[in-house]
């Protein structure tokens, strides 16, 4: 059978109008180069030379250029001048990722060392790629920020959009499964398990200008599987969110937040009371 010749005109006229466009491999491949080059427990590259090392890192700034250059969602800026406050602005970005190892090896008992942290957490993963992702995005980058997101959420299982605002000292403990959404906020020294979600009450479009992801404050640690949700909700400093809890409304600071269980007829089972302690 012939291929519809309109169809066909169709798909060439978009292949035609974006011939260099990056493809998620090479931009993902430009995440782990620039993270193996941050941290050296994480990739195997050898260099015999600084001066070997600087033009390693002037081919990864030609690499990003290249890419913001091709992408149909360039920014606002130029690509030269976002590449050029990318690097600029990457002793900051390392700083924090740094900052967030130390959460992790510090709230994990099980982890012996940093480099055990950096070579083998999916949380490491996954908040670096957050932060690298983050940055673009601040700066008007569209598709490249969530593409490195996506390929994190890919190898992780988690999902962190990077429009997010998270403060410093960042820990993911175990982590698949959670989500982190567009517009949430998290504030400093926050611990989050495995399966936590931090979602919308709406997924209509007409609501996707507003606030619709929870606020969590500086302190706060939600334990597994516990999803929070909503723009107006607020998690108070100092807060602990127990496993499984379902949030859709603020809890004041110093909280501990947990599903009851109760005795039925000589049987234990989990009821729907939500506990405020403060």
């Known amino acids: 059978m012939a291929m519809d010749p309109t169809f066909l005109h169709k798909l060439f006229h978009t292949h035609k109008s974006c011939p260099s466009c990056p493809t998620p491999s090479e931009v993902s491949a430009f995440f782990t180069d620039l993270l193996g080059t941050l941290f050296a427990?994480?990739?195997k590259l050898s260099f015999q030379t600084e001066e070997e090392f600087k033009k390693h890192l002037e081919s990864l700034q030609t690499e990003l250029q290249?890419?913001?250059?091709?992408?149909p969602q360039r920014g606002k800026a130029g690509s030269d001048e976002i590449t050029s406050a990318f690097f600029d602005s990457l002793p900051e970005i390392y700083a924090t990722?740094?900052?967030?190892?130390d959460a992790m090896f510090e709230g994990d008992p099980a982890a012996k060392s940093r480099s055990e942290v950096i070579r083998t957490y999916p949380g490491f993963y996954a908040i670096s790629a957050y932060r690298v992702a983050h940055f673009l995005h601040q700066h008007g980058v569209a598709e490249v920020p969530r593409i490195i997101t996506e390929h994190a959420h890919s190898k992780t299982g988690i999902d962190i959009h990077p429009a997010a605002r998270i403060g410093k000292h960042f820990c993911i403990d175990h982590g698949t499964g959670i989500v982190i959404g567009e517009t949430a906020v998290i504030?400093?020294?926050?611990?989050?398990?495995?399966g936590v979600t931090l979602g919308a009450l709406s997924v209509s479009k007409e609501d996707a200008e507003k606030?619709?992801?929870?606020?969590?404050?500086d302190n706060v640690v939600v334990y597994?599987?516990?999803?929070i949700l909503g723009g107006e909700t607020v998690i108070g400093a100092n807060s602990?969110?127990?496993?499984?809890?379902?949030?859709?409304?603020?809890v004041p600071a110093n909280s501990k937040i947990y599903y009851q269980s109760k005795m039925f007829n000589g049987q234990t089972g989990e009821t729907d009371v939500v506990v405020f302690k403060n």
């Not at 504030?187 to 495995?194: D, I, T």
């Open 66 to 71: 290249r890419i913001l250059k091709n992408s």
């Open 224 to 227: 597994a599987g516990a999803t």
């Open 97 to 101: 990722i740094n900052d967030d190892v």
């Open 240 to 250: 602990i969110i127990g496993g499984n809890v379902w949030l859709t409304r603020s």
């Open 187 to 194: 504030g400093n020294h926050v611990k989050l398990y495995q």
């Open 211 to 217: 606030k619709r992801h929870p606020t969590l404050e």
């Open 41 to 43: 427990d994480f990739a």
